[in-house]
C-alpha cells in the first residue's frame, strides 16, 4: 500500500472541503471588494484577485507539501520552530520598514511577510510540546511559567512591533489551558474583568435623573459583584443556605436603603459599598473560624473585584491610547462619529445592512465596489459577503467556520497523543479568536481589533500562517491513524 | 485518554463558539433584516443622479419666425472636500472675478442649508463661452472644481418681452409645489414661459452614476439600463406677428400704454405691446438681477404687463356696448333719437358732452360719441318699470356687459391676467343702502366712467365681438403646441346676451365715427374701418387715450384696441396708432400720405414727468 492512498483515506475530508470552500470563496470575495473598473479580470496577476490566487497556489501547494512530511517530525522540531518564529519576530523589530505605524512586515522584494502570523502555529507546537511531556500537569507555579512564557514572550515581540490586533491573539492560548485542566474560575474571572471594564466605561459617568443612585456604572457593577459572590459561594458549597443567608441580609440593606431614601436622599452607591465591605469582613470571619479557603477566595475576589472597578477608568483613560479609547467607545455607542472614528464600523454596517436578504449579486456590492468601507479586502472583507450575498450567504459562510471550529475540536479530542490533542486546541482557539473579533468588528459588537479573517481576507502570510496551521493538524491526524495500524 | 476528567471542557468551548456563531446570527438579522435603513444609506452613498436636462423648446411667430432659443451656459461647481490647494489668482482671473467675490461665495456655499462638503455646489453661474473655454482649459490646475452646462434663452428679435415672459431660477416654494424642480432649476417666471411651462420645459433625463467613497465617478450603474435620456421640451407657435409687434412696440416709443391686435376669427392675438418695454435678453444670464432690479425700481413700470394688468376705465368705447345691450332690451332702437344740449342734464346733475347737432339717433351718437344718448338710455333701462326696481334692472345690465368678457378674466393664456371690475346692486347698495341709489346716481357708468374698470385686453376683445357681430373666442397667444393639443376653450365660440342681429347698426356707429365722426384720423385708403374712441378720466393725471377698432369691416381680418395713458383725447393718440397698426397689418406698409403720421407717433414722447425714488 503506497503511502498516498493511505494519505487518501486517511485524511480529514471534511477539514479539507471546508478549507477549500473558504479559501475559494475568500477570493472571490477579495475580487469583489478590490474590483477595479479598470481591471475587470479577476485573473489579473496585477490586481489584488490575482494576486490572492497565487498566494492560494502557494497554499495548496504549501498544505500538499505539509501532509507529505512525517508527522513525527513536529514534534521532535517543535522547539526549533519556534525558536525560528522568535528570531523572525525579533528581526522583524528592527528591520520591518514603518507601514501606517506597524513595524510587523517583513519585506522581501516584491513580496512581504508578516512572521506574526507564522508565529501564531509555531507558539502552539512548543506549547504542545512542553504540555505534552510525560507526566506533566498544568498545575503549581513551576509548571506554569514556561507555558506562561511560551505565549507570553512572542506576544510581547508581536506588541513591540505595534502589532496590538496580532498580539492579542495570543491570549487565545488560555482557552487551550482551559481544556488542559486550568481552572474554569480563571476564565471565568477574565469574563468578569471585561464585563466591569464595559459597566464602568460605558455608565461610570451616567447619573439618572430624579433617582438618587449615584454612578449608574458603580451600582451596577455591585450588584455584579455580589451576585458573583453568591454564585461562587453556591458553586463552592453546593448548599443554597449561606447563599440564602446572604440574600437576607442584602434584602434588608436594599429595604433600609430605600426607606431612608423616602427622608433624607442618600446614594445608594454607599448601601452597596456597605453591603460589599460587610460581605467581605463576613467572609474573613468565616474563613478563619472555620479555616475555609473557598471563603478566602471569594472575599479577595471581592476585593480586587472593587479596586478593579475604581481604576478602570484609570485604565481606560491613561492606558490605552486614544485610538483605542476611541474604538471601544464606538462599540459601547458612547461615540457617534461616522465621519470620523467611527466610520470603518459604520460603512461596513450599512455595507452588510443594505445586503439585506438575498445580497445584491456577485459583483453588485456598490458599497464594497466603490471603496466606502476601509481594509475591505483584508480585515473587513465579510463586508462584501454581507453585501453581495446577503443574509444566508453570511450565515453559510459563518457555518462554515462554526463547522471547521467544530471539526476541529471533533479531530482534537481523537487524538491519542496529547501533543495532537494539545495542538489542535491551539488551531481551534486561534480560529475561535480571530473568528470572533473580526466578525464582532465587521458587525460592529466588538472594538476594531486589526486582525483577519482565517482564509478570507486577502494577504499571503496571513493566509500561509493559516494554512500551516491546519495542515500540520491534518498531518497530525493522519498520523494518529498510522500509529494505529 | 490522559485526562477523562477535563473531557466535559470540550462541551464548553464548543458551546462558546456557538453562542458566539448565534449572536452574529442574531446581529445579523438586525442589521440585514429588521432594519431597512442601511439600504437607503447605502444608496444614497453609492448611486450619483446626475441630471440631464432637457433643451427647453423654441418659440416661433405665427409666420415661422423664430423668437427664442437655447445658447449654452456653463455654471462652475465646487466640490469643496476635493479642493486642493490651487492658485485663486489664476482662478479668479480666469472667471472674471476678483479674489473678495470668491471668498465670499465660497463664505455663502458653506453657509447655505443644503450644504455638503461631498457634493457639487454651485459656484458661479453662467460663464460665458469664452470665459468657459479658458476655465475649460485650465480646469486640471483647480482639482474640485467642475462645470456644468446649462441653456440660456437667447433672442431673435429684442421685443415682445411681457409676452414673451422670461425664465429665472426656481424658488424654494416652486420646488416645494412640484416635485419636477431642484434647487438650481430654470422655470419660466413670466408671460408665455410661465404659462406654457409644462410643455416648455420638457422631461429631464438621469444618468445613475456608481460614486465611490471618495467622490470619483465609476462607470455607469447596470450600465446605464436604468438611465433615461431627457425629452426635449415642446416647440410653440405664437399667434403673434413679430413684424407687427415691433412696429407696435415703434410707435408706442415714449409712451405709456398698451397695444392689443387680435384675429377676431380666432382669437388669436397678434400683437401685445406694453410700454414702455425693455429687450427680453436684460433678464438673461447673470446681468437677470441686476437688470430685474433696475426694471423693478424704474418710476414707470417698465415689468408691469400692461395689456393684462393696467386697469383703466373704459371710457367712450364702452357706448358701443351700452348701444348693443340697450337694444337688446329694447330701450332703443336704432332709430331712436335722444336730444343732447352740450350735454345731460336731470336736476342737478350735469353730464357734459362736446356740442354738436341735436337731437341724434343712435348711430350718429355713435358717430359724435355723445354722452348725453348713452346717459339717457341708462336711465330709461335702469328706470323701466319692466324690470320691477332698479336694482334688478342693474343687474340685468350687469349680466348683459359680462357676457362681452368684461368684469372677469377672460382666460387667456398668460399667467397674471386682471379680471377687470364690474359692479353689482349688491355693491351700489353698500354705499347707498337699499333704495338708496337710482340710474342717476350712477349715470356715468353709461359712458364708461365711474366704478367699471377694463384692462386693454377686454377692450380690445371687445373689438373682436364687434368685427365677429356677437361672438369671440377667449384671446390667446399660442396658435399651435408641437405634439400637444391647444386647450378646446380657444376654439370654442363665445356669444354675448345680445342677439346678433343688433350688432349691424353699432357697427354702422363705429365706421360713421372714422368716416365723419371723433375718429377719421383712423380713416385708411380702400379699407372700411370701424372704430371707436375714448377718453377715460383719470384722477392722476392727463386723461387717457383710447382706440378700439376693426377692420375691414367685412370678413374682419384685425381688431386693436389703444391705451395710452396721459395722452388726452382718444383720436390723438391711441387712433393713429391703431389706424396705423391696422394698415401695416392689412396692406403691409404704410400709404405715403400717412407716413407723416407714422414719424409722428413713432417720435412723440408723451410720458409723464415723474421723479425717480
Known sequence: MSRNVSLAKSIDWPTIVIYLLLVLMGWISVYGAS???????????????????????????????????????????????????????????????????????LVFGPVSIQPAELGKFATGLALAKYMSQYNYKLKGFKNYLPVLFIILFPMLLVLLQKETGSALVFLAFFLMLYREGMPGVLLYLALCCIVLFIVIVRFGDVFLQGANIGSLGFLVSQIFILITE????????????????????????????????????????????????????????????QR????????????????????????????????????????????????????????????IGSGQFLGKGFLNGTQTKLKY?????????????????????????????????LRLLFIAERQREPFGRIYGYCVTSVLFFHFAINIGMVLGLAPVIGIPLPFFSYGGSSLWGFTIMLFIMLRLDVGRLEQMH | MVNDDLQGRKTVIGG????????????????QILNTSYKENADSNAFLKRIQYPARGLIYDRTGKLLVYNKPAYDVMVVIKEVEPFDTADFCNTVNIDKNLFVRLIKKIKADKGYSPYTPQLLLSQLSVEEFAVLQEKLFKFPGFYIQNRTLREYTYPCAAHALGSIGEVSQNDIDKDNYYTQGDYAGKSGVEKFYENDLRGDKGVEILLRDARGRIKGKYEKGAL?????????????????????????????????????????????????????????????????????????????????????????????????????????????????CHCGFSAGHLH???????????????????????????????????KYGTTEKAFNVWKKDIVSFGFGYKLGVDFPNENRGYIPNADVYNKIYGHGGWHALTIISIAIGQGEVISTPMQTANLAAIMANRGYYYPPHIVKNIKGAKLDPKFTQKKFTAVDPKYF??????????????????????????????????????KDHSIFMAFAPRDKPRIAIAVFVENAGFGATWAGPIASLMMERYLKGHISPNRKYLEDRMSNTNLMPFVTKR
Request: with cysteine; proline share 4%.
Open chain 2, 16 to 31: 462558546m463558539i456557538i453562542f458566539v456563531f448565534v449572536i452574529f446570527v442574531f446581529q445579523l438579522i438586525n442589521l
Open chain 2, 227 to 339: 438611465d433615461k435620456s431627457p425629452v426635449s421640451g415642446k416647440n410653440l407657435t405664437l399667434s403673434l406677428d413679430i413684424d407687427l409687434q415691433m412696429y407696435g412696440e415703434q410707435l408706442m416709443k415714449g409712451k405709456i400704454g398698451s397695444v392689443v391686435a387680435i384675429e377676431p376669427s380666432t382669437g388669436e392675438i397678434l400683437a401685445l405691446v406694453s410700454s414702455p418695454t425693455y429687450s427680453p435678453s436684460d433678464l438673461v444670464g447673470r446681468q437677470r438681477s441686476k437688470n430685474f432690479t433696475r426694471l423693478n425700481t424704474d418710476p414707470y413700470k417698465p415689468l408691469l404687463d400692461r395689456p393684462l394688468m393696467a386697469r383703466y376705465p373704459p371710457g367712450s368705447t364702452f357706448k358701443v356696448v351700452n348701444s348693443l345691450i340697450f337694444q337688446q332690451e329694447g330701450i332703443i332702437t336704432p332709430e331712436t333719437k335722444f336730444p
Open chain 2, 351 to 385: 353730464v357734459g358732452c362736446h356740442c354738436h347737432a341735436s337731437p341724434l339717433d343712435m348711430r350718429e351718437s355713435l358717430q359724435h360719441s355723445c354722452n348725453a344718448y348713452y346717459c339717457q338710455g341708462l336711465r330709461n333701462m335702469l328706470d323701466n318699470d
Open chain 2, 504 to 541: 349691424e347698426a353699432t357697427v354702422d356707429g363705429m365706421e360713421m365715427a372714422v368716416l365723419g365722426g371723433t375718429a377719421t384720423i383712423a380713416k385708411i385708403d380702400s379699407i372700411r374701418v370701424c372704430g371707436k374712441t375714448g377718453t377715460a378720466q383719470n384722477p392722476h393725471g
Open chain 1, 230 to 289: 453568591l454564585g461562587f459561594i453556591l458553586v463552592f458549597e453546593k448548599n443554597t443556605k449561606p447563599v440564602l443567608l446572604f440574600l437576607k441580609a442584602y434584602g434588608i440593606i436594599a429595604v433600609i436603603a430605600i426607606g431612608l431614601n423616602f427622608f433624607i436622599k442618600v446614594d445608594y452607591t454607599y448601601f452597596g459599598y456597605f453591603a460589599i465591605a460587610a460581605s467581605i469582613i463576613y467572609l474573613f470571619w468565616i474563613s478563619i473560624r
Open chain 1, 292 to 351: 475555609r479557603k473557598n471563603y478566602t477566595f471569594v472575599a479577595i475576589f471581592m476585593i480586587f473585584s472593587i479596586a478593579y472597578c475604581f481604576s478602570a477608568d484609570y485604565i481606560f483613560d491613561n492606558v490605552l491610547e486614544p485610538h483605542q479609547e476611541t474604538r471601544i467607545k464606538v462599540v459601547l455607542a458612547m461615540e457617534d462619529d461616522p465621519t470620523g472614528a467611527g466610520y470603518n464600523v459604520n460603512q461596513s454596517k450599512i455595507a
Open chain 1, 35 to 105: 474590483y477595479d473598473f479598470d481591471h475587470p479580470s479577476i485573473f489579473d496577476f496585477s490586481q489584488r484577485a490575482g494576486k490572492q490566487l497565487l498566494w492560494i497556489a502557494c497554499s495548496f501547494l504549501l498544505g500538499a507539501s505539509l501532509l507529505m512530511i512525517d508527522s513525527r517530525i513536529y514534534d521532535v522540531f517543535a522547539y526549533f520552530i519556534f525558536a525560528g518564529a522568535v528570531f523572525l519576530l525579533i528581526i522583524t523589530i528592527f528591520l520591518a520598514p514603518d507601514i501606517k505605524g506597524s513595524r510587523s512586515w
Open chain 1, 373 to 405: 468601507v476601509p481594509e475591505q479586502d483584508t480585515d473587513f472583507i465579510f463586508c462584501t459577503v454581507g453585501e453581495e450575498h446577503g443574509f444566508w450567504g453570511s450565515v453559510l459562510v459563518l457555518g462554515l467556520y462554526v463547522g471547521l471550529m
